[in-house]
């Protein structure tokens, strides 16, 4: 008996090539719709679906594969006697090959201007039942999903090694196809929040060299459908490949730069903002951050939202940087840093800060997901509980120190003075520890800065050594049992205190 193989793709790369290697090793080839034609004009010799089950296909193509002729073909099991007793009874050829991949869902969803309609046509119906049936029988049916796999499959093939194991790893590769397809679908219909089975799919970009240490394994997934300011989109001019930490640092960098509009320029160390700067020009910014933390620059991650020009790059090759991201270099920036080996330039387009998206940290034998900190303020709702009110000066600084902080590890601290950071305290166990680190690094330009506290004071304590480093305002959420006590600090130093009512916790 004749072997056959089904091949009725979206993706048609490489497919009449493959169709005639299997011609060539006497397979008779069946085929739908405009796969079929395009394998006969590159002169295959292939017969339509409908010729095998006798009847048309209808409904504009939503039913042409959904017959016993097809799917008996498909999950016979050839080592059952009755199985193929059946199939003799009814007429019923077995199928050896099953090429298939879907129709473009995830290509019509980012179209301009695509209707609900449209999407809704273009969720295949056939497609996944012929490759679920296939990869369930993969005992004695091989699934292609992917051109990638044509070469390899041709070759087993011809060498008779497309053994068990073989035709196992391409049905778990189809069975991942198919739930690929069904999470985007299922996201497309989900309307609420957090549904009762959370769905994601990813894409793999790269396997990385390591983790977080050289004995971990990692690689690096990108989310299935584009989102903005995503890493996963960005274009690397120069350097060697990302690293498990490059990632991470870069991907931290990019939200925190994402929360400013005007030039602005964000230096990242483990995580954490090293130094943020904003002036009127990216290259006054990027002195500010540099100035905010010079010694932890170095071998950081710089992350800036305006073209990347001479002046800057030049500011940028003075010392040791891991990775700059901008969403351009001009050539005579790109000429001065690609002198430097090591460096690693991204291009990526920038928008303003998102809501919309989650975040997901996973735990032993789950995930956490919440939705992403990207909350504002309302300048109209602040309090000023202490006696002295801010200055027009410092309530700027108040607000910039307090976009700063969401960013930093929980408990955090962050002083600011004009436009930068001058003293960060991240990830500490206490708040008064935070913020006696920030105001050490900070030393002379303590005095007269101001203050952001990711979350309230549980004592005084904070502000008193804050204002003994010579901090004139603080900015906090409020809403202590003990607020009353550092409120009264406050007033005994002759410091202003702003209440936001919301925290900004990070950990």
């Avoid at 095998?52 to 099991?77: N, W, Y």
């Avoid at 590769?173 to 999470?183: E, I, P, V």
């Avoid at 939705?371 to 000023?384: A, F, M, P, Q, Y």
Wanted: a negative charge; charged letters at 25%.
């Amino acid at each position: 008996m004749k072997k056959r193989a089904l091949i009725s793709v979206s993706n048609k790369e490489n497919v009449a090539d493959f169709a005639k290697g299997l011609a060539a090793l006497d397979y008779e080839i069946l085929s739908t719709g405009g796969t079929l034609k395009a394998l006969q004009n590159a002169g295959v010799e292939a017969k339509a679906v409908e010729e095998i089950t006798r009847f048309p296909e209808i409904l504009d193509g939503r039913v042409k594969t959904l017959h016993p002729m097809i799917h008996g073909g498909l999950l016979a099991k050839r080592d059952n006697e009755s199985h193929m007793e059946q199939l003799k009874e009814h007429g019923i050829h077995p199928i050896d090959i099953v090429v298939v991949n879907l129709y473009p869902f995830k290509q019509t969803l980012e179209q301009p201007g695509v209707t609900e309609s449209d999407i809704i046509e273009n969720i295949d119906i056939g497609g996944p039942t012929m490759v679920r049936a296939a990869a369930k029988s993969f005992a004695d049916v091989s699934i292609i999903v992917d051109p990638e796999d044509y070469d390899s499959v041709l070759t087993c093939l011809k060498t008779d090694k497309l053994d068990l194991a073989e035709r196992k790893r391409l049905a778990a590769k189809a069975f991942r196809h198919t739930a690929q397809y069904d999470a985007l679908i299922a996201n497309y219909f989900t309307d609420e929040e957090f549904p009762e089975n959370y769905t994601v799919t990813y894409e793999k970009k790269q396997t990385l060299r390591y983790g977080e240490n050289p004995h971990q394994s990692a690689a690096f997934y990108k989310n299935a459908q584009d989102t903005a300011n995503s890493l996963a989109l960005a274009k690397q001019l120069h350097g060697k490949e990302l690293s498990y930490n490059n990632i991470q640092d870069a991907n931290a960098a990019l939200e925190i730069i994402a929360d400013y509009t005007e030039p602005a320029a964000v230096a990242v160390k483990h995580m954490n903002p090293c130094g943020i700067g904003v002036a009127d020009n990216l290259s006054q910014a990027f002195a500010r951050a540099y100035e905010s933390d010079s010694t932890s620059i170095f071998g950081g991650i710089v992350a800036c939202n305006r073209l990347v020009d001479a002046e800057t790059a030049e500011q940028l090759s003075g010392i040791f940087l891991e990775i700059v991201i901008a969403p351009e270099f001009s050539e005579e920036a790109m000429t001065i840093l690609t002198k430097k080996k090591n460096i690693r330039l991204l291009e990526l387009e920038m928008t303003s800060s998102e809501s919309g998206y989650h975040k997901l940290t996973t735990v032993k034998g789950g995930v956490l997901i919440q939705s992403n900190d990207v909350g504002e303020l309302n300048e109209d709702e602040l309090t000023i509980p202490t006696d002295k009110k801010p200055s027009e000066e410092e309530m700027a600084d108040l607000l910039f120190a307090w976009k700063a902080v969401k960013h930093v590890k929980s408990n955090a601290i962050v002083l600011a003075g004009g436009k930068q950071t001058i003293g960060v305290g991240a990830g500490q166990m206490n708040r008064v520890g935070a913020a006696k680190i920030a105001i050490e690094q900070a030393g002379e330009k303590a005095k007269g800065s101001v203050l952001a506290s990711d979350a309230f004071f549980p004592m005084p304590d904070t502000v008193e050594t804050a204002a003994k480093a010579g901090v004139t305002a603080i900015i906090q959420p409020g809403g202590s049992k003990r607020d009353q006590d550092s409120i009264d600090m406050c007033n005994k130093y002759g410091i202003s205190m702003v209440f936001t009512g919301m925290r900004h916790f990070k950990h």
